[in-house]
């Protein structure tokens, strides 16, 4: 208790007294223990990871995970302060339906056709498989990923600031994360780490999977939760996390060049929007150099620049994005002759 107490840093504080021991009885007498308490409210508490070890001879003893804690703080208060500011990761601590949601609707909002700032969101689990799986299909939102490391003592906090660390860690937006280090997470026990079959229906379900490589933790493959479309379809055109994120480059870059060329705007003649045509291809033709997009020789046809038929004063672009996709999965066929 003293050692505890002198850590203010921790999230718990300590107090010795008698408490209920962990038994099958139906009424088990007190023993002499420690009654740990969260420092905070809400469900954050009983994510703190314990672990009981003992030393000395002559003593035994049995611990019970944290539990009790409920409710979290409400999120909507934040992201409407950070609205304007503008970013492109937000790390969220809180892995409830509830939460996730708002925080979906908050990166729909900003990365909009009217505010056209794009952004991620990324949370964490440590949870089993079916308890994951089934939040990540709840929130099904292309612009969040949950990142799972199975058994974990580290809190969904920790877990998703790794792995958001990892995430921008890329210059890239389109590089693939496979098999990229998280360093800081928790070796976990075997016992907890996922089966191969596993991990597959996590990336199916829209759930990130970690995985434990010797001593280190690896990511399998950053994916979003999105995975049916708003029919109740599978969809994965969006499974991958860094396919909004190239979307979200090439937006950018296409803005960058407009307001570049065409800082105010100018006459909109028809020489203007071949104008407007000819940057974009050259956009395009700069992304395929970076490997974001391919084949632009055959989607060129495809770009387009129109006059707007409602608003005489607009034009609207339309520009074909072939994202080069990352290799993910490799088979073999060995022949026997």
Known sequence: VGAITARADLPLTAESGDVTPVTFEADPPKVKGITLTARNKGTCGNETGLVLTITADGITGAMKPMAGGAGDPDIAPALAAIFSAGHTVIVMPYSTSTAMGKLATHLDKVSGPVEQRGAIGVTGWRGTLATGTTLTGTVNAARMTTGWHNGSLCSPGEIAAVYA??????????????????????????????????????????????????????????ISTYIKNAAGTDDDTL??????????????????????????????????????RSETLDVLYAMERLEWVEDIDTYKN??????????????????????????????GTVYLY
């Open 165 to 222: 660390a990892t995430l921008i860690s890329e210059d890239d937006p389109s590089e693939p994360l496979d098999n990229r280090e998280l360093p800081g997470l928790d070796i976990t026990p075997q016992s907890a780490w996922p089966m191969r079959t596993e991990e597959e229906k996590a990336l199916h379900n829209g759930l990130t999977p970690f995985r434990v490589q010797g001593s280190r933790v690896q990511l399998v493959r950053a």
């Open 239 to 276: 499974l991958d996390i860094t396919t909004i994120r190239t979307l979200d480059a090439i937006r950018l870059a296409w803005r960058t060049r407009m307001s570049q060329r065409f800082p105010n705007g100018g006459k909109l003649t028809d020489r203007r929007l071949q104008q407007i």
């Open 302 to 331: 495809q770009v387009t620049v129109t006059r707007n038929t409602q608003d005489r004063t607009r034009a609207d672009v339309g520009i074909p994005a072939p994202v080069v996709r990352g290799l993910h999965i490799l088979t």
